[in-house]
């Protein structure tokens, strides 16, 4: 079957310092990788989306300067948040799909604590 | 531009009671609609997902789904809750491409 696993599960971070955190695809060739967060008590917002071929597009007050993102094949994505705050906490879900009409399979989420 | 409303923020009901949580959405095309639900402290499980063909949809552990083109709805149904389905309910859109819109989220409460 297909899965997405994602680590660390969960992780802290000192104010200010980064966190990088991995995505893996299993079982599917993962054509799109996209990264969500939840903040406390929200909804997923996405922050970017990397399809193979094309350039990652990123959402609107979400930018590569503080979220730089990498899908070097069709297994793997990470994403490192740069210069934490408190407003970066949440957990942080990893999507991938097969194809453009495919369903999105969701890994279990990092959830970063900054303090 | 897509998006998803799920106008109950929470809902409360008892265990054996049925269940309708409501997505409306706004797309002009056709959609492919998916419920999710998160566990408390956990990530986000695929319950059902409509592509095409017939706008009833089963998915896992009793839940249903309807999907209506005339009221841009995809509501979620189960016929008697189980005090284990208390969580937060997604509804969420993709349209035509890779991205997926999220609704808010339905927190639902089965009380005894």
């Known amino acids: 079957g297909a899965l997405v696993y994602q680590y660390p599960r969960r992780t802290i971070c000192k104010s200010g310092t980064s966190m990088r955190m991995e995505c893996q695809a299993v079982g599917f060739q993962a054509t799109s990788v996209a990264w969500y967060r939840q903040s406390p008590q929200k909804t997923f917002e996405l922050i970017a989306l990397s399809t193979v071929n094309s350039a990652i597009k990123y959402e609107q007050n979400f930018t590569q300067e503080k979220f730089p993102i990498s899908h070097p094949n069709l297994s793997f994505s990470s994403m490192t948040v740069l210069n934490a705050y408190l407003e970066d906490r949440g957990l942080y879900l990893c999507?991938?799909?097969?194809?453009?009409?495919?369903?999105?399979?969701f890994g279990p989420g990092t959830r970063l604590t900054v303090l | 531009a897509q998006s998803v409303t799920q106008p109950d923020a929470r809902v409360t009901v008892s265990e054996g009671a049925s269940l309708q949580l409501r997505c409306k959405y706004s797309?002009?095309?056709?959609?492919?609609l998916f419920w999710y639900v998160q566990y408390p402290r956990q990530g986000l499980q695929l319950l059902l997902k409509y592509y095409s063909g017939d706008p009833v949809v089963q998915g896992v552990n009793g839940f249903e789904a309807e999907f209506s083109k005339s009221n841009s709805s995809f509501h979620l149904r189960k016929a008697s809750v189980h005090w284990s389905d208390s969580a937060v309910y997604f509804c969420?859109?993709?349209?035509?491409?890779?991205?997926?819109?999220f609704g808010s989220g339905t927190r639902l409460l089965v009380s005894p």
């Open positions: 999507g991938a799909r097969p194809g453009q009409h495919a369903e999105q399979f």
């Open positions: 969420a859109l993709s349209a035509g491409g890779y991205k997926v819109v």
């Open positions: 797309y002009s095309g056709t959609p492919y």
